[in-house]
Structure formats: C-alpha cells, structure tokens
Nanobody
Framework: QVQLVESGGGLVQPGGSLRLSCAAS????????IGWFRQAPGKEREGVLC????????YYRDSVKGRFTISRDNAKNTVYLQMSSLKPEDTAVYYC????????????????WGQGTQVTVSS
C-alpha cells in the first residue's frame, strides 16, 4: 500500500524552528520528486518547495526562501522540511506529495499525497 506520512508538526513560537518529516511506505522515493504544500484555514492549498529525485530543490514561493529548506534521505525513504524563523503566517496544515519524476524543478502534479501535519506558530 502506497502511503506518505507527515510528522513533526506542532505549536511553536514566532522565530522558532520545526523539522517536518515525510516518510514513504509501499514504494521507494529514489526516483520521486517530493513537494511540500500547505493550507491555512480558509485559504487554498499552496506550494512551499520541492526536491527533485536528484536532490535539487525549487521554491514555490519567495516568502520561505532563506527560512525553509528541503532535504531527502533515500536510505530512510524520508524527505524533510526544515523550517526556521517561523512566522504566524506560516500556520497551516503541511502536506507532502510524491511523483515519479526525473526532471529538474517541480513536477506539474503529484500522484500521492499524505494526510498532513498541523503547524501552528503563535506566542
């Protein structure tokens, strides 16, 4: 059974850090591009950044540049989203998604999605 499971969310104060994990089961991530998305209450889901199968990262939005980074550990079949200098506007449910994709940059769509993990940035 193909599955993506996000973890690592929680409540953090502004300026704090969190590392989210996206663990895959039922398939190996080696040839997959992985994207992180988020959806705040009352807003549409938006892309954050993605990592290609070769390890290159691409940002969907400038607002997280310099604060968020993405990495992958194929041996653990896991992709990470390191978030620092968090702001209240980063509050959202964060999702990871996967697509079998060998190109550079982010794929136009994804085949598999996780259930999400809540990140709340508040004092």
């Amino acid at each position: 059974q193909v599955q993506l499971v996000e973890s690592g969310g929680g409540l953090v104060q502004p300026g704090g850090s969190l590392r989210l994990s996206c663990a895959a089961s039922g398939f190996t991530l080696d040839y997959y591009a992985i994207g992180w998305f988020r959806q705040a209450p009352g807003k549409e889901r938006e892309g954050v950044l993605c990592i290609s199968s070769s390890g290159g990262s691409t940002y969907y939005r400038d607002s997280v540049k310099g604060r968020f980074t993405i990495s992958r550990d194929n041996a653990k079949n896991t992709v990470y989203l390191q978030m620092s200098s968090l702001k209240p506007e980063d509050t959202a449910v964060y999702y990871c998604a996967a697509r079998d994709y060998s190109g550079s940059g982010c794929p136009a769509s994804y085949d598999y999605w996780g259930q999400g993990t809540q990140v709340t940035v508040s004092s």
